[in-house]
């Protein structure tokens, strides 16, 4: 008995947000991540095996428990906690070549966005036009013209009928994706140029109608574009406001340059909360969520769906199943360097304040699986942190200039960055290594977007030519 007894240890397993799973077990000290797989999906009876990756005390386990132990000198009289991640099913393969080199902008391109399948693609330029792209012939399919000046922001609708895009002056556009052509005509009501667009989820509301804009004149405003207007107008805000979601439980987030954040309900307009802490404008905002409110009803699948009431079904139960009992996450990045982790359903005060960038935070985003945030920064670095409880995680550095922009693959497994140096770096967040460079711009990369079916990378920049990139 007393041989057995030193070779087990006594373990608990728990989800990632520290949810027991089923009591205390005692485990052989032999046993490594193969078997702990096959422990974890007995435990939670799951039909379909699910791959898990296994943390203790934030480092991932990938030897057997008796070598961590002694690596470690943890001693076995105590629980050892081990937190269980659930891993995406399907695997995205990192891209490694540039498979085409599109020009047709006559400026800039400041923003591009695939759709929410994955099978279109739109990009928002200096030149006043937005361009949707045939990802089948990686030729330029449509130009829509009608903006006055630069097209700072694109944004699909997640049921994937609409493309919205807002000007430097102010104006904002909807588009039928499947001609290039307006949809009505264009929504004024901003006096200074668009910062950000954010639909409503469709898991909340289908068809898709309404989504809300931010800009530098200081309001947020929600349009409908079945009636082509502006329906509320959310103002409150003393400075421009740089950033918006509208999140998943039907409120919206709004980032500014007067340090705050703002939470929003969206029948009336009324401020429901103020998010306070940051002390230089909040420059990013991002949701746990993130993905299932971008791709809606849309998965790795590829499956379509025949009404509105059954895309709103299906988002749904994505939106659920992603988001589990925990509360909505949103992480706000700044101009002082910092971020903070906030729950706003359950609280005005952040959860952690997350330091280490040693300039501005441009921007930050959730893994698709919302286990990790990334932050890019002037810092030229990218970051990586829990979702969860925001620890800092890794440090991701290679680039030789500022970091725009960032993007996930779908099984969040690989991190893709854009920077001012013209390259394009994909990271794996396993190894914690750079995985894949991707030089090719002739100049800075101001936006770059993995495709949520995860078969392709879009880029551009400076150099006026859009880039896709593939497996």
């Not at 971020?339 to 952690?352: A, N």
């Not at 854009?418 to 794996?428: A, E, F, H, R, V």
């Not at 993995?450 to 859009?466: F, Q």
Request: glycine letters at 8%.
């Amino acid at each position: 008995m007393e041989d057995e007894a030193v070779n087990n240890v006594m373990c608990q397993f728990t989800d990632p947000e520290g949810t027991p799973l089923g009591a205390p077990l005692y485990l052989p000290q032999n046993a490594g991540p193969q078997q702990l797989q096959q422990i974890v999906n007995k435990l939670l009876n799951n039909e379909e095996k699910l791959p898990y990756a296994f943390y203790i005390s934030d480092q991932e386990l990938v030897v057997p428990l008796e070598t961590y132990l002694q690596k470690n000198k943890v001693s076995v009289e105590k629980v050892l906690a081990i937190v269980c991640q659930p891993q995406a099913i399907f695997r995205i393969r990192p891209v490694n070549r540039c498979s085409a080199t599109i020009a047709g902008h006559a400026e800039a391109v400041l923003s591009v966005a695939f759709s929410p399948d994955g099978r279109q693609l739109a990009s928002g330029s200096g030149d006043t036009t937005v361009r949707l792209w045939d990802l089948n012939t990686q030729t330029p399919m449509f130009t829509c013209t009608g903006h006055k000046n630069w097209v700072l922001c694109i944004a699909w609708s997640p049921d994937g009928k609409h493309l919205v895009s807002g000007s430097k002056a102010g104006e904002l556009q909807c588009w039928d994706p499947q001609t290039g052509k307006p949809s009505g005509n264009q929504l004024v009501g901003h006096k200074k140029w668009i910062t950000g667009i954010s639909w409503e989820p469709v898991h909340l509301n289908a068809p898709c109608r309404r989504f809300v804009s931010a800009s530098k004149d200081g309001d947020a405003r929600i349009w409908d574009i079945s009636l082509r207007k502006s329906v509320i107008c959310l103002s409150g805000h003393t400075l421009a406001i740089t950033c918006v979601k509208w999140g998943g439980d039907g409120v919206i987030y709004t980032g500014s340059q007067d340090c705050t954040i703002k939470v929003w309900e969206t029948s009336q307009g009324k401020l429901i909360r103020e998010l306070k802490g940051h002390g230089h404008w909040v420059n990013s905002l991002a949701l746990s969520t993130e993905y299932v409110l971008r791709t809606g009803a849309f998965d790795h699948t590829g499956k379509t769906h025949s009404s509105p009431e059954e895309m709103k079904k299906v988002a749904l139960e994505r939106y659920n199943k992603m988001k589990g009992n925990a509360p909505e996450r949103l992480v706000s990045g700044s101009d002082d360097f910092t971020m903070f982790l906030w729950e706003p359903s359950v609280s005005k005060h952040p959860k952690t304040r997350m330091t280490g960038h040693q300039q501005l935070v441009n921007h930050v985003y959730f893994s698709p699986d919302g286990n990790w945030v990334a932050s890019a920064s002037f810092d030229k670095s990218v970051k990586l942190w829990n979702g969860i409880t925001g620890k800092f995680v890794a440090a991701f550095r290679g680039h030789v200039g500022p970091v725009y922009q960032i993007s996930w693959s779908a099984d969040s497994r690989l991190l893709l960055s854009g920077s001012k140096d013209s390259t394009l770096k994909i990271w794996d967040i396993r190894t914690q290594k750079l995985k894949q460079d991707l030089p090719g711009h002739a100049d800075e990369v101001f936006a770059v977007d993995w495709s949520p079916d995860g078969e392709k990378v879009a880029s551009g920049g400076k150099d006026r030519v859009l880039k896709l990139w593939m497996g």
